[in-house]
């Protein structure tokens, strides 16, 4: 074991970068960002509506909201490790599943248990594992983390296009779930650490820290969480955080088969979305690096309206020249929820009860991570095109700029709680 006065040549916080690199690219990257691919053969294979099975990732999200909610009382009463390496085996064998279902109710048994162990190995737990490694550059260690999910999206929708045309959407399932299960077992019992005191070391940028802070013993910055949510700042900011992830997370889900529907062929949806996946690799590693430069309200409104150009493009993607605006979109406005919210909780809220802060506005994330697919199901089922909800969604960002323009402090380094 390392002292804590030794230097070593790489810094292991980079290394569980690494780690997470690899889960977010599999339990994310596939279990997420993949699911579109299996909409249109699951649905003309089964007889389902493309409503019903976009309800697949309501649940998942609904399942992540309600985690969300009582993050703060989990972290007080249950193992973080012992979570995280349930959730490395029940992930990937929910995942497995899929390809055994007989009717709808059945995926969305699977979708239920999905969604709980993603959210447990990937945003709840890296958020608060990587504010224990960091204490300088956490934006960046964020970003590189998460730009795993763009990464995995981008090898990965090929080779679920390339499964199910060859071997079939439920064999696509199983080789898939395999996947899962190596990307989050290996990390989660082999690397992940989830304080640097295990291994004797400290945080990056502690040595900046004030004397009593490096002790220990000065109080955390920020307010708790019971005096937070009578804040108008708080309200505004978990209401924005809702507005844009119910608009911005049609770019992934729905990017395939709007294109197919608009006249493409499979091969160039196939390749828009690689693309895509390759913009929301590269969006979250600098959106990280953004926010430590730029500061948090600039950097926030840059990410939500770069997703409201996004959806311009998916609305005259009929246009080849306004494809680049989707891909805008994806690269810095779809990398908001999972980069932006635990930046923004931390940044202006502080680390006392950040837990329980942060587990609160993912629960306003993953509400309109719910809302949307159903909704986008449910216009396309009646009107035959997602074009009006496409609209419906720009509006609901042009909302959340100009709230998070009032709101939003000025200067960058100011982290209170209220207005």
């Known amino acids: 074991m390392q002292t804590e006065s030794a230097k070593p040549r790489l810094f292991y916080g980079w290394v569980i970068v690494m780690g997470g690199i690899v889960i977010m690219a599999t339990v994310i990257g596939i279990g997420w960002n993949c699911f579109s691919q299996f909409i249109k053969p699951v649905c003309a294979d089964m007889g389902f509506t493309r409503q019903a099975m976009g309800a697949n990732v309501t649940l998942l999200s609904f399942s992540q909201m309600f985690l969300n909610f009582g993050w703060g009382y989990i972290l007080r009463h249950f193992s973080l490790r012992k979570m995280l390496r349930t959730a490395a085996i029940l992930n990937p064998l929910a995942y497995f599943c899929y390809s055994f279902c007989r009717n709808i109710w059945m995926f969305y048994a699977c979708s239920v248990v999905i ?92 040595e900046k820290e004030s004397p009593a802070a490096q002790a220990g013993e000065a109080e955390e910055e920020g307010m708790m969480f019971s005096e937070l949510i009578h804040t108008a700042r708080f309200r505004a900011v978990c209401l924005c955080v809702c507005f844009a992830t119910t608009a911005i997370g ?65 609305v005259f993607c009929r246009v080849p020249l306004l494809l680049p605006l989707v891909l805008l979109g994806q690269c810095f406005g779809s990398s908001f929820g999972t980069v932006a919210v635990p930046i923004i909780t931390q940044n202006l809220f502080g680390k006392k009860d950040y837990g329980q802060c942060f587990g609160f506005i993912s629960a306003c994330s993953s509400i309109g991570g719910a809302i949307s697919p159903t909704l986008n199901g449910a216009v396309f089922d009646r009107m035959g095109s997602y074009n009006p909800a496409f609209i419906a969604w720009f509006c609901l960002l042009l909302a959340a700029l100009a709230i998070l323009w009032v709101v939003l402090p000025r200067d960058p380094e100011r982290k209170a709680g209220g207005c």
């Open 250 to 314: 049609c770019l992934t889900q729905l990017l395939s088969p709007h294109l197919t529907d608009n006249g493409y062929s499979t091969g160039t949806a196939a390749f828009m979305v690689s693309l895509g996946m390759a913009a929301l690799a590269f969006g979250k590693m600098s959106l990280g690096v953004i926010y430590d430069r730029l500061g948090t309200r600039r950097s926030t409104l840059l990410s939500i309206g770069c997703g409201a150009l996004g959806l311009v493009g998916m």
């Open 115 to 206: 969604g709980v162990t993603m959210n447990i190995l990937t945003t709840l737990s890296f958020s608060l594992i990587l504010s224990n490694w960091f204490h300088e550059k956490r934006g960046t260690a964020i970003g590189l983390t998460f730009m795993g999910t763009g990464l995995g999206g981008m090898v990965f929708n090929p080779l679920a296009a390339a499964l199910i045309g060859g071997m079939g959407w439920r064999m696509a399932y199983r080789v898939l779930g395999v996947i899962i299960l190596l990307g989050a077992v290996i990390p989660v019992y082999f690397i992940v650490r989830l304080r640097p005191q295990e291994m004797g070391l400290r945080p990056l940028g502690w």
